[in-house]
C-alpha cells in the first residue's frame, strides 16, 4: 500500500497533465511551451484531436480552480499545513 506522500495528489497530477498536453502540442507545432498555457492547434493536427486535448487540459485546469477555491475558502487549512 502507498504511503501518502508516495501517491501524487489530484492536484499533481492536474499541473503534470496540463504540462504534458502542453509540450506535446508544442513539440507537434513548434512553439515554445514556456509562452503557452495551452498552445494553439499545430497546423497538421486534426481539429478532433486537438479538442480532445483541450477538454482534458480544461478538465485539469478545472481540478486546480477547485482546489484553490477550497483553499481561498480554509485558509486556516494552509496555515496548518505550512506550520
Known amino acids: 500500500m502507498p504511503t501518502h506522500r508516495s501517491s501524487p495528489?489530484?492536484?499533481?497530477?492536474?499541473?503534470?497533465?496540463r504540462a504534458k498536453i502542453n509540450q506535446?502540442?508544442?513539440?507537434?507545432?513548434g512553439f515554445?511551451?514556456?509562452?503557452?498555457?495551452l498552445a494553439p492547434k499545430p497546423k497538421w493536427m486534426r481539429w478532433s484531436t486537438y479538442n480532445r486535448a483541450v477538454e482534458k487540459f480544461d478538465l485539469?485546469?478545472?481540478?486546480?480552480?477547485e482546489s484553490l477555491i477550497k483553499l481561498a475558502a480554509?485558509?486556516?487549512q494552509v496555515l496548518a499545513r505550512i506550520c
Open 9 to 17: 495528489r489530484p492536484v499533481d497530477r492536474a499541473h503534470r497533465g
Open 24 to 29: 506535446r502540442l508544442c513539440t507537434i507545432g
Open 32 to 37: 515554445d511551451p514556456d509562452e503557452w498555457d
Open 60 to 65: 485539469y485546469q478545472d481540478i486546480l480552480d
Open 74 to 76: 480554509n485558509p486556516e
